[in-house]
């Protein structure tokens, strides 16, 4: 069966410190991964994709991801958390239909 | 990146009543797009994939009476909740895909559906 596994529900960084948030998948052919980020409120924004290629992947707000097959992972790090980067963050595999995980809530602590 | 709009942000109605939920895509054309429900703190559930000029595809267990999807357009899709309830109260998010360049699922900001 598809599915997407984030294993952290909530984590908490001070700003400035580095971030990875967990991603793990399970899915039958190539996967389509993707990240989003969804602020209070809002819909979803896209952070980043990988499709095909170069396995480390990156996207706006200086985030970036890597897919490790092997490990059918795609977590997301970023290197310098800033107070805006608070937010709830999904991970979803897919071609069209796309599924997601249960998310990822940021706390960022000045 | 791509737009996607939708209207209203935010209603409230009465128990029985229909809403309709309009999903726009702004500056590209989507022939598939897609409607997602969100419970509080919770991911998202695939309601159902909307193509245009032909019938929607239902995620199983969303009922298809309840849950009226029209894609008329390129550009425009319709959720319209019927005899709604207190249970249908959620967020509603729809998703247009891009399949230019970019091949990517844009997101709307979402719909809050409020049944008293």
């Known amino acids: 069966a598809q599915s997407v596994t984030q294993p952290d529900i909530h984590i908490t960084v001070s700003e400035g410190a580095s971030l990875e948030l967990r991603c793990n998948y399970s899915?039958?052919?190539?996967?389509?991964l993707f990240w989003y980020v969804q602020s209070p409120g809002q819909g979803l924004q896209l952070l980043l994709k990988?499709?095909?290629?170069?396995?480390l992947v990156q996207g706006i707000k200086g985030f970036e991801a890597e897919f490790k097959r092997s490990q059918s992972s795609f977590n997301l790090r970023k290197p310098s958390v800033h107070w805006s980067d608070a937010a709830e963050y999904f991970c979803?595999?897919?071609?069209?239909?796309?599924?997601f995980g249960t998310g990822t809530r940021l706390q960022v602590f000045p | 990146g791509a737009v996607v709009s939708q209207h209203p942000s935010w209603v409230i109605c009465k128990s029985g009543t229909s809403v309709k939920i309009e999903c726009r895509s702004l500056?590209?054309?989507?022939?598939?797009m897609f409607w997602y429900r969100q419970f509080p703190k919770q991911s998202l559930m695939l309601m159902a994939t909307?193509?245009?000029?032909?019938?929607?595809?239902?995620e199983q267990g969303v009922e298809k009476d309840k849950f009226l999807i029209n894609h008329a357009s390129l550009t425009l899709s319709t959720l319209t909740v019927t005899s709604a309830h207190p249970e249908d109260s959620s967020f509603y998010i729809c998703?247009?895909?891009?399949?230019?360049?970019?091949?990517?699922?844009?997101f709307g900001p979402g719909t809050r559906l409020t049944v008293l």
């Open positions: 500056d590209f054309q989507a022939t598939t």
């Open positions: 990988y499709f095909s290629g170069d396995t």
């Open positions: 899915y039958g052919a190539t996967p389509y």
């Open positions: 979803a595999v897919g071609a069209d239909k796309l599924i």
């Open positions: 998703s247009a895909r891009d399949r230019g360049p970019t091949d990517t699922q844009y």
């Open positions: 909307s193509n245009e000029g032909s019938k929607a595809t239902y």
